[in-house]
């Protein structure tokens, strides 16, 4: 989702002016524009809005796969009471190859047993992935659960294609937003008046895409490499007459 992350605008009907407004409200306006018959919109639990699931399934002959997290707390107690009761194996576990010092294991469980009972339209599936994570250097383990559910039944979707698709859709989440974050500390930022939220998140992308499209393998110390040199900045963007090894990603 191109639109900036906490912030958007929208025209208010009848009137010049515009107002103020966060994600939920502009998942819908967003999702207008785009051919999404057939696909699968994932969303983080922000978005897990029951109005946003019959758009996507009544409306736009979409799927969802929404996470839930405490701002749906009966969703989420109801979710979680369940798995947690479960005893057996897991439906799908994936190991993934050692990267960055870590190994990552992660299992997932699916029910259709909750489908009838969850108070949220068009549920498939319900979900819990548990994601586990081993520094290779200390040892030192760390777990991660998460619950969601999904609009695909399992003759649509097996335990591993919802794996899967929680998988795509964090790591679009940290291949965008966690640049973001991280590089910016956008969550923090003081900047709340008039439209400069959104403007300074379209700056923030702006450079991220253009640092990106410059093929570098590590934006952060690309950043930090031009934060200290001024004139490198403008080499790097070839807007001086001399333009040498600098510029290369």
């Known amino acids: 989702m191109l639109h900036p992350k906490k912030v958007g605008t929208l025209p208010v009907e009848g009137r010049d002016e515009e107002k103020q407004t966060n994600e939920i409200n502009t998942a819908i306006p967003l999702l207008d524009t ?87 339209p068009h549920v498939g599936q319900a979900f819990r992935v548990q994601r586990i994570t081993v520094d290779k ?42 640049v973001i974050d991280w590089n910016y500390d956008e969550d923090r930022s003081r900047i709340r008046k008039g439209h400069g939220p959104e403007n300074m998140t379209r700056l923030r992308r702006f450079a991220v895409g253009l640092i990106k499209s410059k093929g570098v393998r590590s934006v952060a110390q690309k950043m930090r490499q031009l934060t200290l040199n001024t004139r490198l900045v403008f080499d790097y963007l070839k807007m001086s007459r001399n333009t040498g090894s600098a510029s290369a990603g």
């Open 34 to 120: 785009i051919d999404i018959q057939g696909r699968t919109i994932t969303a983080d639990a922000l978005l897990t809005q029951r109005e946003l699931a019959r758009y996507l399934v009544e409306k736009r002959s979409a799927h969802y796969h929404f996470t839930v997290k405490a701002n749906q707390k009966q969703l989420l107690e109801e979710i979680a009471f369940y798995f947690d009761q479960l005893e057996r194996a897991p439906d799908h576990s994936t190991l993934d190859s050692p990267e960055h010092g870590r190994i990552e294991t992660r299992h997932i469980w699916v029910t259709t047993a909750l489908n009838d009972y969850l108070n949220f």
């Open 137 to 178: 250097k200390t040892g030192q383990q760390r777990q991660d659960v998460a619950y969601g559910i999904t609009s695909k039944t399992p003759d649509l979707a097996s335990a591993t294609d919802v794996l899967q698709d929680n998988r795509e859709h964090w790591s679009i989440e940290n291949s965008c937003h966690y």
